[in-house]
């Protein structure tokens, strides 16, 4: 069977972007080659290669967990500026509700933070990767408007989403569109936060997170895993505890772990590997 060219990966790419289903997201050209890649790599004959790579970035952008109409929520971000910082705190916990995974931790949020600040000291400096709605918690973590909050997602309008509100809130809009796995974040943060992601990750690239936790410029990462499945069928706890393990084997770094209402929360401390880094 005939093997594709660079020329079929190209118009491949290019059909996938443009679909009706991608093409307001404006991904990464490099995230839906890398996933091509991946699948010739792993030995899929040709006819399958694009099935099985729109199977994959549909699991990664995850459109089911909730997206909403991104030109509407600008205007009506910018109706709620007007009107003052209630209104906008209001707006935010509009947006957060619109995901699953934000969703999940509204009733929660400031003890959520309370828990991970209490363990890791307030940082002055945030990297908020694969970010997707938790930008707009901003009001609840309890965090002066001067930290420097680095958010990223492959979804453009999203991002933008975000650095309208940053820019609203009165803070730096530092939040960029990057597939973080293939150019992962260069600023340097005291914490990244991995929020319900990294389980995904796995999916992706079985063992990716290893080298992308080590490749992060931070002293400490807050991963957070679901206890349980969307279904709230099945109890995942052992499986990510496990995944969490296997990935900072013999690196030297400890972590501390804690549960917020089927939120598991790891706090992984890299600062001394950090330091080796430097
Ligand atoms: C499950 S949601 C993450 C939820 C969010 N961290 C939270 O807990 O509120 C997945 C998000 O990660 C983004 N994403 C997935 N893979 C990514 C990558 N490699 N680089 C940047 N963003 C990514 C998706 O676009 C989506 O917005």
Not at 24 to 29: E, F, I, V
Not at 54 to 73: F, T, V, W
Not at 105 to 118: D, S
Not at 241 to 257: A, Q, S
């Amino acid at each position: 069977m005939k093997s594709l060219t660079e020329n079929d990966i190209d118009q491949m790419t290019e059909r996938v972007l443009s679909s009706r289903k991608y093409s307001a997201m404006d991904l990464p050209p490099e995230t839906v080659r890398d996933l091509i890649r991946q699948e010739i790599a792993a030995g899929k004959p040709p006819k399958e290669v694009e099935k099985s790579m729109r199977e994959k970035l549909h699991q990664i952008i995850a459109p089911y967990l909730g997206d909403p109409d991104y030109p509407l929520k600008e205007e009506r971000l910018a109706a709620a500026a007007a009107e003052g910082e209630d209104a906008v705190r209001d707006w935010c916990l509009r947006m957060l509700s619109v995901h699953t995974s934000s969703r999940e931790r509204i009733p929660h949020m400031t003890e959520f933070y309370q828990a991970i600040f209490e363990r890791i000291g307030v940082p002055e400096s945030v990297l908020d990767v694969a970010c997707a709605f938790n930008p707009f918690a901003f009001p609840w973590m309890g965090l002066p408007k001067t930290t420097a909050y680095h958010a990223y997602d492959l979804h453009r309008p999203r991002v933008h989403l975000i650095n309208s509100f940053f820019k609203v809130y009165g803070m730096k809009p530092l939040a960029e569109t990057k597939d973080i796995l293939l150019n992962p974040p260069e600023a340097i943060a005291d914490t990244a936060f991995f929020f319900k992601e990294a389980h995904r990750f796995e999916s992706r690239r079985k063992g990716c997170n290893r080298n992308f936790w080590i490749s992060l410029p931070v002293k400490t990462i807050v991963v957070t895993l679901p206890a349980e499945n969307l279904t709230g069928q099945h109890q995942m706890r052992d499986r990510q505890r496990n995944l969490i393990e296997k990935n900072i084997d013999g690196l030297g770094w400890t972590y501390e772990e804690t549960e917020i209402a089927g939120e598991m929360i790891f706090i992984i401390d890299k600062s001394s590997k950090f330091k080796v880094q430097m």
